[in-house]
């Protein structure tokens, strides 16, 4: 199962997406972010192939809650020690943009803008300070991909992410949100640039899995439906050049493509 956003009749409208006679289609359609499959399963009725639609990012999180190290090749590769616990940043929601949407350098900013291909997790439920041994699963709607754009020298110079990490259209997410995904026992997850293989992993080399991210973050931050986790990136980070094309893969949810270009 799996829902996207996308434009339709000038508006922005949720859709739900199923198979008719095999084709991808978008057979429901709501207003508002749906917080359960059930309540997109009830919406109004439509029919329109996935290929004619105009898709937007799936979410519009309040907040984009990112994982640093999350894959412990990635930390050797950046020279960082192994963590011994999460260590969570943010992401601006003006920085997320949809498929096919320009990410932008700031090329008068920096020299090296990275792509970080990532599982993103789409919070369904409001979740504040769960408990030990609390099932995170019922408060997960489903999973999307996410390219979590760096410039990797402001990281460096900074000290701190927030410029490095925050630039407007640093947070490509999309296609879609899929439920039927099992990140515990393992997810690939690739990245290609111009059709070749940079980041190959699975969510199986996670340091930490999601259950204990989920309960991490929930420890100090709300958790709204919506909001966005992207849960850290495997080895192979690299740069991005203008006129570039990105791709990240995510096995269950499909492939995000987006171009690159220099900021005007
Ligand atoms: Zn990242």
Redesign the pocket.
């Known amino acids: 199962m799996s829902y996207c956003r996308f434009q339709y009749q000038n508006v922005a409208r949720y859709g739900l997406i199923e198979k008719v006679r095999g084709v991808e289609t978008i057979t429901r359609t709501l207003a508002t972010a749906p917080r359960s499959w059930s309540e997109l399963e009830g919406a109004e009725r439509c029919d329109l192939p996935l290929g004619e639609a105009r898709l937007l990012s799936p979410v519009e999180p309040s907040k984009v809650v990112?994982?640093?190290r999350n894959y412990r090749e990635h930390a050797i590769e950046l020279k960082h020690p192994i963590p011994t616990e999460p260590l969570i940043f943010l992401k601006p929601p003006s920085s997320v943009i949809g498929i096919g949407d320009n990410i932008r350098r700031p090329h008068t900013l920096s020299q090296r803008v990275d792509h970080?291909g990532?599982l993103g997790v789409v919070i369904g439920k409001r979740c504040y300070r769960l408990r030990p041994g609390d099932d995170v699963r019922p408060y997960v709607l489903g999973y999307t991909c996410v390219n979590?754009v760096?410039a990797r020298d402001l990281q460096e110079k900074d000290g701190q992410w927030t410029r490095a990490k925050g630039f407007d259209t640093f947070c490509p997410v999309g296609p879609v949100v899929a439920a039927d995904l099992d990140p515990w026992k393992g997810v690939s997850v690739q990245t290609r640039v111009n059709g070749q293989l940079r980041q190959n992993g699975t969510t199986v080399d996670f340091l930490f899995p999601l259950d204990v991210l989920v309960h991490f973050i929930s420890q100090v931050m709300t958790l709204e439906p919506g909001d966005l986790i992207?849960t850290?990136?495997p080895a192979g980070v690299g740069p991005l050049q203008p006129g570039d094309s990105v791709e990240i893969t995510v096995e269950g949810v499909g492939t995000l493509k987006n171009p690159v270009l220099n900021l005007e």
Do not use: F
Request: a negative charge.
């Open positions: 990112c994982i640093g970080e990532e979590d760096t992207a850290g990136t």
